[in-house]
């Protein structure tokens, strides 16, 4: 490899210390006028009401019928810095559920499993801040679990970096919206830099490198030794780097992954896929001395 295309990943995404969070200070009234979402003489009217039954605001609109839960929900998420998107109003897909809807059961499950998976893993070793999501075959919703697992780790604060290291059947870049003729293929062919990296708007602390075009030699590129070099020039600047991969039936591109992130997750789809189908994506993982995370039973 030459000199050339190892300096393309040394410049990092994150060049500068994380943000202080940015709270918003504004009221939730002035918080829901400046969306859109309450008029100003609607405003009065609610504080008048606020005022003479001494009301939360949010409960004298919704008891005026003027704004709803959802209402009040996305107004709080401002002022704790907790954010969230707007159906209609950016290009990431509603398949990221936790963009979109972070108070939902399912969501709740996600961040139950984020829970876990900084006991388990992120917050065990210093060096520990990748990992694999894998699965044994394509449609068990490994991708949908990456997409998402990287939304509420960035909605923790933590600065998260999704990569899909799928280099074969891609969908990172069209679940947020992003473009993908640069990505990670480009990267470990020495033919991109950290261009390639794209934060997502409106969730602060999420940034995707999506896989690119797709090249002829997706396992060699992933054994390549500018992928661990990137993953570790990364890693001062990052807290959590969460990697899709392809399903492992038929290739080898998930193990390898799995070695380069020191660790993987395994996705399986409730009455989809054969428990020894599952239980050989373990071997393979483990065999590479990869620690296996724990699993997730999709659609349960």
Not at 2 to 14: C, D, G, Q, R
Not at 97 to 120: G, I
Not at 137 to 159: H, K, M, P
Request: charged share 20%; aromatic share 6%; hydrophobic share 45%.
């Amino acid at each position: 490899m030459n000199a050339a295309a190892e300096s393309t990943v040394i410049t990092t995404p994150y060049p500068h210390p994380r943000p202080a969070p940015a709270h918003d200070r504004r009221s939730i009234g002035a918080v829901l006028i400046d969306a859109g979402r309450l008029k100003i003489e609607d405003a009065e009217s609610v504080l008048r009401l606020q005022r003479a039954q001494n009301l939360r605001f949010g409960d004298a609109a919704i008891q005026l019928g003027l704004l709803t839960q959802a209402d009040i929900d996305y107004a709080l998420s401002r002022q704790f810095d907790f954010p969230y998107l707007l159906r209609g109003q950016s290009a990431v897909s509603e398949e990221v559920v936790a963009a979109y809807t972070p108070f939902a059961p399912q969501v709740e499950a996600l961040r139950a499993l984020r829970s876990q998976l900084m006991l388990r893993w992120f917050d065990a070793a210093p060096a520990n801040n990748a990992l694999a999501i894998v699965s044994a075959e394509r449609g068990e919703g490994r991708s949908f679990i990456a997409a998402n697992l990287a939304v509420v780790f960035s909605q923790l604060g933590e600065r998260t970096l999704l990569i899909d290291g799928d280099l074969r059947n891609p969908c990172q870049h069209r679940l947020f919206g992003i473009d993908d003729r640069t990505g990670l293929a480009g990267v470990l062919a020495g033919r991109a830099g950290p261009e390639a990296v794209q934060r997502i708007p409106s969730l602060a602390n999420l940034s995707v490198l999506p896989a690119g075009a797709l090249p002829p030699n997706p396992q060699e590129l992933l054994a390549r030794p500018l992928f661990p070099q990137l993953l570790q020039q990364l890693a001062p600047q990052l807290d959590v780097i969460i990697i899709d991969t392809p399903a492992s039936g038929g290739t080898a591109d998930a193990q390898t992954i799995a070695v380069r992130a020191g660790a993987a997750l395994i996705v399986a789809r409730k009455n989809s896929v054969r428990s020894w189908r599952v239980q050989g994506v373990s071997d393979s993982v483990a065999q590479a001395k990869a620690t296996i995370v724990g699993s997730v039973l999709n659609d349960y």
